[in-house]
């Protein structure tokens, strides 16, 4: 997977989550996820479809979903679990919105999809053409986990490589 089409992802998880939360995030692990997904909490999915595709799934374990809830909400506790999902699908909206501006900007044409509520316990496998990346943001309010499974669409792709190599 190439770093020009994660490194957007990387920042905007950075600047929405320490605005959000009001503190420092750093980045923990980052691995290439070869088996099937494994939900750690509270997770959304959003797919891109275009000159990218593909899906990334914004996930936060139990305990941390309810402390991100409550910072977002300006309470003790959030009133209910809809309120922690609802806090979760936000977050992936803003962190995916920021980065989707700055791909378009770079002149990528793709659809984004509404955040959905990630409910299955195994999401699906890397294939031969798309890597799944998860990322670990580490936050006061605990970790954040990004997994993000691009790829260049292939039409898109040999059109691409066509330009690139009369230029």
């Known amino acids: 997977m190439k770093m020009e089409l994660i490194q957007p992802f990387i920042n905007a998880a950075d600047a929405v989550?320490?605005?959000?939360?009001?503190?420092?995030?750093?980045i923990g692990n980052v691995s290439m996820e070869e088996e099937a997904y494994r939900r750690k909490g509270v997770a959304a999915l959003v797919w891109i479809?275009?000159?990218?595709?593909g899906r990334i799934i914004f996930d936060l374990d139990p305990e941390t979903s309810v402390r991100v809830a409550s910072q977002f909400a300006g309470t003790e506790l959030p009133e209910s679990d809809d309120l922690v999902r609802?806090?979760?699908?936000?977050?992936?909206?803003?962190?995916?919105?920021?980065?989707?501006?700055?791909?378009?900007?770079?002149?990528?044409?793709?659809?984004v999809h509404p955040p959905v509520l990630h409910t299955s316990e195994h999401g699906s496998k890397s294939s031969e053409d798309t890597e799944a990346l998860v990322i670990c943001?580490?936050?006061?309010?605990?970790n954040v986990f990004m997994n993000i499974a691009l790829r260049y669409n292939r039409r898109r792709q040999s059109e691409r490589t066509a330009a690139a190599g009369t230029s």
């Open 86 to 111: 609802e806090t979760v699908c936000e977050l992936a909206n803003q962190v995916i919105g920021n980065a989707v501006t700055t791909l378009n900007d770079e002149g990528f044409h793709f659809r």
């Open 137 to 142: 943001f580490e936050t006061a309010s605990g």
């Open 17 to 26: 989550l320490a605005q959000g939360l009001k503190s420092p995030m750093s």
């Open 49 to 53: 479809t275009g000159d990218i595709e």
